[in-house]
């Protein structure tokens, strides 16, 4: 059992960097396909990175493309999401989740078995 916790969020300026963090424990870690969603106030649950256990292949959405990059240190048992070049529309709870290796890297929320509690980001205009 995979227990995930997030930092880094916060109040940012349009334009500014946050870099969010996911501290996994419980289980091996390295073995596990690590994701970020992210939920904004009456929107659904949006799918912005992943990356498979060993660091590649990455993912994003197409709405972070090219502004945000995720990566991860197995030895810390940490994965990272770098967001560069936030916009107001970033604002949301994001959320890091997981899920055992089969091989396959998914960018379905219901594959993820393994949920954060979330760490609000918040970029004001």
């Known amino acids: 059992q995979v227990q995930l916790v997030e930092s880094g969020g916060g109040l940012v300026q349009a334009g500014g960097s946050l870099r969010l963090s996911c501290a996994a424990s419980g289980g091996t870690f390295s073995r596990y396909v690590t994701g970020w969603f992210r939920r904004a106030p009456e929107n659904e649950r949006e799918f912005v990175a992943t990356?498979?256990?060993?660091?590649?292949?990455?993912y994003y959405g197409d709405s972070v493309k090219g502004r945000f990059a995720i990566s991860r240190d197995n030895r810390k048992n940490t994965v990272y999401l770098q967001m560069n070049s936030l916009k107001p529309e970033d604002t949301a709870v994001y959320y890091c989740?997981?899920?055992?290796?089969?091989?396959?890297?998914?960018?379905?929320?219901?594959?993820?078995?393994?949920w954060g509690q979330g760490t609000q980001v918040t970029v004001s205009s």
């Open positions: 989740a997981a899920y055992r290796s089969s091989g396959i890297v998914y960018t379905t929320a219901s594959r993820y078995a393994y």
């Open positions: 990356i498979s256990w060993s660091g590649a292949p990455t």
